[in-house]
């Protein structure tokens, strides 16, 4: 009987594997499916992301006229006319939203050389 | 970015950078979409928000959004336009070329399918690159003439060939600010307003600094080309009429110039009162090469303009 019980084991061992893998196999395309949905909305929400370009030329190219004002400018406030209002914190230093340093134009600077940095 | 020294004494970017600061490709920020008679689908989702057919963010114009700020991004998430330099509806506003006429950017740009990296997909044909209509386009997505100038949806060109640069034309706005000063010679003027110019040792004309400048009064490098006080180049010698003028847009007041215009709405008053809707006469007036487009626009028959009657106001 054992062997009997073993031996209708072994033939039904292989159905329920059958299935058992049928299922994962749905299961995991189901998976892999969402898996997918979820890379694409995650490159999609966070990444955006990229065709391959770099996003911004480092220093900035005038011959391929790619610069983008927004490229170099913090997290500003602007006037109603569209104008970027620079605060200052109680040193005098101008800062953006964030608190980074930024000049009177909004762009972010390097406090210590002066220079513009990318956003 | 930019080294302290490049900049000028109010923290300003050096010259192009700093009226060509608007770049963008239209077809970066725009969403990915099918197509029905040419005419976008766009998607909403259970809330209501526009979705371009990659579940991203767009406006009703298409233009992919940052969620809840409304500012333009491009595929790579990177802002690209404050919701201040945008309409109130979310469009951009419309944008000028070189003669001072306005288009839209729609207007200029092919309908393609999108790769999964979001790059368009124009086809080939015998006739290059077309888009889904199977109009001529550039690599960068822009309709074509056989000239390769770029055009708009009813064949008018709007910059030529030469215009370009790695494909791109350049993004004029109405609050694009240019310093006309900047590029101009120190010179005294005539009754009729032309400059007064001496000959400097090669034959060319220079300015009473002894700098080279063209006969219109502008520094020139030894290419022609024109270039700022700071020697920094701003126009290529290929974009300027036969007498070596700046294009129209930069030298008849659309633009805003540090305080002649004060606000968004002057400009666009401005801009309606002085650049009428464009029509088919534009197109028989076409122009085909650089320097044949002079007194062929709205503005250039309005006013004759020199650098010199800059000079003078300033």
């Known amino acids: 009987m054992a062997s009997g019980v073993d031996d209708e084991d072994e033939e039904t061992q292989p159905e329920a594997q059958r299935k058992k893998m049928e299922s994962d196999m749905q299961s995991s395309q189901k998976l892999t499916e969402m898996n997918q949905t979820i890379k694409m909305a995650d490159t999609l929400m966070h990444d955006f992301n990229g065709n391959g370009e770099k996003p911004i030329d480092v220093p900035p190219r005038a011959d391929l006229r790619t610069f983008n004002e927004n490229d170099i400018l913090g997290e500003v406030m602007r006037d109603e006319k569209g104008n970027v209002v620079v605060q200052k914190d109680s040193a005098g230093a101008c800062k953006d939203k964030d608190g980074n340093p930024v000049n009177h134009r909004g762009y972010l600077i390097e406090p210590e050389s002066g220079a513009i940095l990318e956003n | 970015m930019f080294a302290k020294k490049e900049l000028d004494q109010n923290g300003e970017i050096p010259n192009p950078f700093c009226f060509e600061k608007f770049n963008f490709n239209g077809h970066n920020i725009m969403g990915d979409f099918d197509y029905t008679e040419g005419k976008p689908e766009l998607m909403k989702s259970k809330q209501g928000f526009f979705m371009d ?10 233009w992919m959004v940052l969620a809840s700020q409304g500012h333009i991004v491009d595929v790579s998430g990177r802002k690209k336009f404050d919701k201040a330099h945008m309409q109130a509806d979310g469009d951009l506003h419309k944008l000028l070329n070189y003669q001072g006429r306005r288009y839209d950017i729609k207007d200029v740009m092919g309908i393609f399918e999108k790769d999964d990296q979001s790059k368009i997909c124009p086809q080939k044909s015998n006739k290059g690159l077309v888009d889904l209509l199977g109009r001529r386009v550039s690599d960068k997505g822009y309709l074509l003439d056989a000239s390769d100038n770029v055009i708009d949806g009813q064949q008018r060109v709007i910059f030529m060939k030469c215009d370009l640069k790695a494909g791109e034309f350049p993004k004029i706005f109405p609050f694009t600010v240019f310093n006309l000063r900047a590029i101009l010679g120190d010179f005294d003027t005539n009754s ?7 000959k400097g040792r090669d034959g060319g004309f220079i300015d009473c600094q ?7 009064g502008y520094l020139i490098d030894q290419a022609g080309n024109i270039i700022d006080t700071r020697g920094n180049l701003v126009f290529d010698k290929a974009i300027l009429g036969k007498d070596g003028d700046i294009p129209p847009v930069f030298r008849t007041g659309l633009l805003k110039d540090d305080g002649t215009v004060s606000n968004m709405s002057d400009l666009m008053n401005e801009i309606e009162k002085n650049v009428g809707p464009t029509t088919t006469d534009d197109q028989a007036n076409r122009p085909t090469k650089r320097g044949q487009e002079e007194g062929e626009t709205s503005m250039d028959s309005q006013m004759e303009d020199t650098p010199a009657n800059y000079n003078l106001a300033n």
């Open chain 2, 210 to 216: 002894k700098r080279t400048v063209n006969v219109r």
């Open chain 2, 53 to 62: 057919k990659k579940g991203r963010r767009v406006n009703k114009h298409g």
């Open chain 2, 192 to 198: 009729s307003g032309s400059p007064i110019l001496s």
